[in-house]
Nanobody, 121 residues
Framework: QVQLVESGGGLVQAGGSLRLSCAAS????????MGWYRQAPGKQRELVAG???????NYVDSVKGRFTISRDNAKNTVYLQMNSLKPEDTAVYYC???????????????WGQGTQVTVSS
């Protein structure tokens, strides 16, 4: 069983910064894509940023230039550095990892438990 454990959420004032971390552990062969989604109250979950195993990244337009996603493949960990935070960034942030559990298997998506990010104005 694969577990994703997130950390780094909290309360911050507008303009501040937070760094989220998500570490995957358990029985796995490798991890393909990793990323972060968020869900604000009353809204659908949206992709914030994604990163391939090789380091290619993509971002939702609203966070470009403010957020940076990175990963450490040796630690099976993905990070989200969030700068210049705005009240509209307030949401529960979920990490995901597309895990290959054994050689030759197709990836399956695992999710973290979510971490609350609140940005006050």
């Amino acid at each position: 069983q694969v577990q994703l454990v997130e950390s780094g959420g909290g309360l911050v004032q507008a303009g501040g910064s937070l760094r989220l971390s998500c570490a995957a552990s358990g029985r796995m062969f490798s991890i393909n894509d990793m990323g972060w989604y968020r869900q604000a109250p009353g809204k659908q979950r949206e992709l914030v940023a994604g990163i391939t195993r090789g380091g290619f990244t993509n971002y939702v337009d609203s966070v470009k230039g403010r957020f940076t996603i990175s990963r450490d493949n040796a630690k099976n960990t993905v990070y989200l550095q969030m700068n210049s935070l705005k009240p509209e960034d307030t949401a529960v942030y979920y990490c995901h990892a597309d895990v290959i559990r054994s050689y030759g298997w197709v990836p399956s998506r695992d999710w973290g438990q979510g971490t609350q990010v609140t940005v006050s104005s």
